[in-house]
């Protein structure tokens, strides 16, 4: 498995930005899918974005589109999340994850899929 760092969260006002990084670290990351999840508290964990091992085909759950953006740098072993017009119901613990893959056509977006994990960043909108 493949160890993952997020960092990049905090407290931020709504309409303000943040960026989330994840470091990853253990196996050779451009074989892996990776995804942006989320959960707030009482609620499951669900997709927020997910991007191909290129980094050529992305997904975005339906209330993150035109805000989030999810992007990847192999050299550094990083996949970012770019988050703008953040909104009071964004608030949630972050979790970055990982899938390995046996090609860039595939991209995973449920949580069963992804075998490895990290521990979470979390992001707080204040209205």
């Known amino acids: 498995q493949v160890q993952l760092v997020e960092s990049g969260g905090g407290l931020v006002q709504a309409g303000g930005s943040l960026r989330l990084s994840c470091a990853a670290s253990?196996?050779?990351?451009?074989?892996?899918?990776m995804g942006w999840f989320r959960q707030a508290p009482g609620k499951e964990r669900e997709i927020v974005a997910a991007?191909?091992?290129?980094?050529?085909?992305?997904f975005y759950a339906d209330s993150v589109k035109g805000r989030i953006t999810i992007s990847r740098d192999n050299a550094k072993n990083t996949v970012y999340l770019q988050m703008n017009s953040l909104r009071p119901e964004d608030t949630a613990v972050y979790y970055c994850a990982a899938d390995r893959v046996l090609g860039d056509s595939y991209l995973p977006i449920r949580t069963v899929q992804y075998d490895s994990w990290g521990q979470g960043t979390q992001v707080t909108v204040s209205s």
């Open positions: 253990g196996r050779t990351f451009s074989n892996y899918a």
């Open positions: 991007i191909s091992r290129s980094g050529g085909s992305t």
